[in-house]
DNA sequence: CATGAATGAGACTTCATTCAT
DNA sequence: TATGAATGAAGTCTCATTCAT
């Protein structure tokens, strides 16, 4: 624990990585400067560059470590003996304790991510459809089972699922709603109410 | 009509415009120069700024011609007598058939601006959060009326329902699928089943 | 005339150029910056993008207008009547001659890149042959026509003919010998005396 | 003996040299990075550092560990009771044998110093007179004893002489001629009959 | 209305050098 | 002697915007 702190008091690389988050949510990725990091994160403006090659690559590690993270959730989810909408909320719920954890870090992956399709999505595509697929995979499972109905497409329920959610954050984030923790538990119930109700038979 | 071909023909504005879109759609608003837009519209640079003072404004104006379109349709949509489930339909069905009519257009509304939070959507954020209050007020009628149940609040609907759209075209956008005819149709009826269903009693 | 003086009063592109002859000799091509280049050509900083892609594409662009120049007179001088030690004489006058008119080009060009083939001399690297060439082949003719001895390879004579005159101008230029015409005319025929007589029967 | 091996194996400046060779020959001194000469070398960054205070001084020391080794050859040459043209001789051969014994570090002398004059050959330019010098002197007693004639100064013959190797070693380092012994043989004779019968009465 | 040359601030990235261990 | 993390100055290139014609 006490060798823990230590190298989280000196590991210089997660010090800028989380100076990074910052930053990137308050400015915006295209709209700050590495500078503005270094200085955010207390290091001189070339130890950036001694750990990552690029500030894309910055980005680029912010959001693998969290997205890795949340394909292992959802996984872990399917995995469970529950009912798909019992799963279903089990991702909703890890996405929304995510954003109650660290909200600007859910802030820079939606928006310099996600959502920023253009840019960084584009290289991520693949990584971020990984998710859609796992969630399309358990709605086809449900079908199959016949708890839910087949006339919605499990693709479909799965974008329709994630943009909802993603929606929600995203008025979370730029409403800047003061949000207390029982509306984020609110919004668990009605996104499954929401969605799920529309898919079961 | 002549003289409005001859007019269109020579109105280099509009022509800086649509030349707009196809530069922001194909390299993004961020990494395409005014040059680029100004080459691909076949005018001189110096125009550009003739007709735009900035390039932000351009996109601003794209963004703004087509968003009050929009609103407009989804006041008609309300103004009729149909079904709250009918009027989300002619929603839907009005934004999917933007998309189908001008990809490009809707590719760079969705990608630079209303997901684009940090940057156009800032600005623009009281103007796309009035689509959202207006199927909102839908919601909340159809909610007096009996007709949706009250549990989920009008609020949350209409992000739930705006977000499932916009996820469906960003699938279509960025996974690059030639989309036919078909399967929009499909697409209109598979939101309304989804998100509708689950707003009824 | 005068239209040429006003063209070449407001050619930014040549006067950029110029300044680049200035600034690469007085500074060297690693050393000097390309602000140096627009503060000394009194322009503004960008405009040197405007015309060239960079920095390296000045001195290319110095590079081959002179040796061009110089591959002509090259072949001018063989397309003569004169006896081969006439020729190389011609040749090595011109490179003199264009020393004694632009010492501080002739510098950049030598040092910069037929000197510098690390670097410059490997892109311009089969340019620079081509002299070397069109020499060997006015030895070769001297040879078979029997005005110059076999045992010397052509393409040897023109490197040692070629690198005496460069080395000659290499000392001009770092030991910064304030050089008179007088000693100018002298080194012409010091060079065919020394080279020449090395190669003739 | 087995000292000195073990020395050798060990002496991680001489490590650092060697690799230093290697790196200015295959990238350039400008291009390469002093990160780049500890790699190859095998040697932590920061010991470079410790050894020598700069990237400079790295090829300073190459630089006069070798031309002080010239410099004594060309005056043993001259100790000799040879005539001229034989002490020219053995300068040329040694000269041609050292890029024999060590292609690499000539082409960094050459390259990067004796050629580099606006760099690293303004540094080292008396150390370099030093051997035109050298030269000019056995040319200039040659002439008094009659054997050279004295149309030709001592200080241009020298140049003349030692420019022509350069020039023939230039073509060898770029031209990347697979270089057989014979023809280094060949060389050495050429160059002696070309320049010294021009130089002879 | 139209042109495109001219401006110059700004940001990324590199890398020689230092220094604490 | 040995390590490699840390520093920060410096320079290239970009590009939105202006302006003279």
């Known amino acids: 624990m006490t060798a823990q702190l230590a190298t989280a008091a000196t590991d210089k690389r997660r010090v800028i990585l989380d100076a ?13 400067r590495v500078s503005d990091i270094a200085d955010d994160a207390g290091v001189a403006y070339g130890l950036v560059y001694h750990y990552f090659s690029s500030k894309e690559q910055i980005l680029d590690t912010l959001f693998l470590e ?9 996984a872990q989810a399917d ?15 890890f996405i929304i304790d995510s954003y109650r954890h660290d909200p600007e ?19 991520h595509l693949a990584k971020i459809r990984e998710a859609y ?4 995979a358990i709605v086809a499972r449900a079908q199959s089972e016949g708890t839910f109905r ?8 799965a974008l329709a699922f994630y943009g909802s959610i993603e929606q929600v954050l995203s008025g979370w984030i730029f409403d800047r709603m003061p949000v207390d923790d029982q509306e ?7 996104i499954v109410e929401t969605i799920c109700r529309g898919l079961e038979r």
């Open 79 to 93: 995995a469970t003996q529950q009912a798909p909408r019992e799963k279903l909320r089990a991702i909703a719920a």
């Open 105 to 123: 870090l859910m802030k820079v992956i939606i928006v310099e991510v996600t959502r920023a399709a253009n840019t960084f999505g584009r290289t």
């Open 150 to 157: 087949k006339e919605i497409t499990p693709e479909f329920a």
């Open 20 to 32: 990074a988050v910052r930053v990137f949510a308050r400015q915006g990725f295209h709209t700050c």
């Open 184 to 190: 984020l538990e609110r919004a668990k119930t009605l």
């Open 66 to 74: 969290r997205w890795d993270v949340m394909l292992v959730a959802i």
């Open 133 to 136: 697929g796992q969630i399309a």
